[in-house]
């Protein structure tokens, strides 16, 4: 056969295979994200509220939440902002200067117009009035020219010591005009009234401000008192009213709202990317499991279907259970989940789901962390506690073991918290009594269900199909007893080999007993069941007669899939015999044509295939072609069993019937191992008995093999 195949034909096929998977994917994580975005309760439908408006009902928090609230702790920062005084810079003695320097030339140049000869009085009041450096007033100008030279001597002096005296002070913008009213206050008492008011109204304007407001500083200290106010946080709880009927909408109100979800209008951007961050984060870890523990050797579009389905569902539920209530979220059959991956799939995915699960409902319920530590430690009890999960009782036991786990975390969890009630803990123990209850009894109907719809094959389907009083088996046992005895024989010997190499026992035994199921539909064909009428197979020519044998396994797949047989149990029917040859037959039609080769067509006297697929499959072959040669040679030493399996073994693997399968030589060694032991236990010797003279030491059963190979 020509190996040879096209590079680009086989990426197509890579793509074919994984886009129906990638796509659904895809799907899922949309779905996910939806129906973690969108408010799918009641109590949980959006509202408009607008600031200062009248709360038209009371809004109540669908849910527990603790947040930051920016609108609280921004106005306490303000307050302590506001707190803060205003920081001005120590008095400027150059301004001090300035002022006096201004005085002394105002006074030098009042000094030369009172002095002028030629200026009229009207002039010189003028003139008075023209000054800069000390504004004056007509009526001041006028008394200034009245005053003797004496009394305006003592002005000069009094002037310049008033204005030293206040400009050494601090003098702030705010208390300009209050420090200008006190002036008088800082004239000599020896000067009369007037003459000290004079005084003061000469110096009223160049007394101006040497303290002038520090900006920068003010702000610096406004910013570290605001730094220091930690952020404020608000809590409600589930049932909480946030905005009361009749109320305005203040700000913190809208935040609130805001916080919980609750606003109508644009889209939450914030929410809806923390939800898609969530569940790719979780889908990524799933895929990630998967591609390193596969539940299947090929990607099945069915099985990604199933999880799929499964994930949306409980995320469904932890929507709609957990927020919003107080104890509702304490019945989440979070470990349901966990044992329906551990029975359909394995343990390991059981655990994974669990932890999926739990994160999930964390998330919904706002961070919980009880709630996920509930959801997640009861998956995994579940999941460790269930074991093969062959029997109902198994998933009993496994819902007790999560309830209890549950018990324990909320004992845990509300013995540190202070404000528990007695009554509010005994409804929470009741909740997680009756959520392993329910986990259990979901998790075994969901198992039975799916299990029948998407056809995979559960440890209670093969626990089921193992009984004697199977529709299929009392039909074998009817028609063809001779097989039936071969395939316990068979199912014996593979079910202790499966024990050594770790391969599902109980599939090995199920297959084992409907490996043959087809001889049942033609049973005088097969030496097994042939009675004292002999052999028909002695009329037939060889290629009749070997088809005859091969159509044995057609004949089983279709009572397998009348009898509902799970495809994992019929694929061991054709598999089992894999390509193998009908050597009988062949050796027969090569007698008749005196050995020439060339005039036998061989591909008539192969079995179909496929080969082997599992391990499982390949130890079947095993079982069947070395039980089968046992029952024909019967051989009488240890030494002779072994030499019959190990020609039987290398027979298999110079065939390359293996090589679809995981099988390695270590295992083939320990199958080898035993097979030699289990057989070796069929080599004992019967008591002669007194009344027999007849009887002899026999070894167990010698009858010819089940079938012709």
Known sequence: MDDTRDPSASSWHRIGTWAPLLA??????????????????????????NLGEVAPQDIL????????????TEQARQIAADAITPVYAPPDPGIARQQAERLRAGLAYISAVRADPYATPEQKVGDLRATRDVPVS??????????????????????QVVLEQVMRREIRPEAIEEIRNSLPAYVSLELPESRAQLVADLLRQLVIPNSLFDQEGTLALREEAAGNVAPITRSYVAGQVVVARGRPVTPSDLEAVQALGLTAGPLNVRQVLSTILTVALLATLLVLYLRRFPIARKPRFRHATLLALLFLLYVAAARLMIPSHTVLPYLFPAASLSLCLAGLFNPGLGIVGGFLI???????????LELALYAGLGGLMAVLTLGRAERPLNFFFAGLASALTGIAVVLLSRLLEPTSDLIGVLTLLAASLGNGILSGSLALGILLLAGSLFDITTNLQLLELSRPDHPLLRLMLRNAPGTYQHSLQVANLAEHAGERIGANTLLLRVGALYHDAGKAAR??????NQGPDGNPHEQLEPASSAKLIIEHVRDGLDLGRKYRLPTRVRDLIPEHHGTLRANFQYNQALKLVEGDASKVDESLFHYPGPRPRSREAALLMLADGVEAKFRAVGPASQEEIEALVRSVI???????????????LHDVERIRRSFVETLRGGLHTRLRYPDDEQAKPQTAETESPPGTE
């Open 24 to 49: 659904l994917g895809v799907v899922s994580v949309v779905l996910a994200v939806l129906v973690l975005s969108m408010p799918l309760l009641p109590g949980e439908s959006a509202v408009s509220l």
């Open 61 to 72: 928090a669908p849910r527990s939440v603790t947040f930051v609230s920016t609108v609280l």
């Open 138 to 159: 007509m009526e001041i100008a006028t008394q200034l020219l009245q005053l003797s030279d004496l009394d305006w001597q003592l002005v000069q002096d009094e002037s």
């Open 358 to 368: 739990a994160s999930v409902a964390g998330v919904v319920a706002g961070g919980g």
């Open 523 to 528: 049973p005088k064909y097969f030496v097994e």
């Open 650 to 664: 290398d027979d298999r693997l110079n065939q390359q019937q293996f090589v679809d399968t995981d099988l390695t």
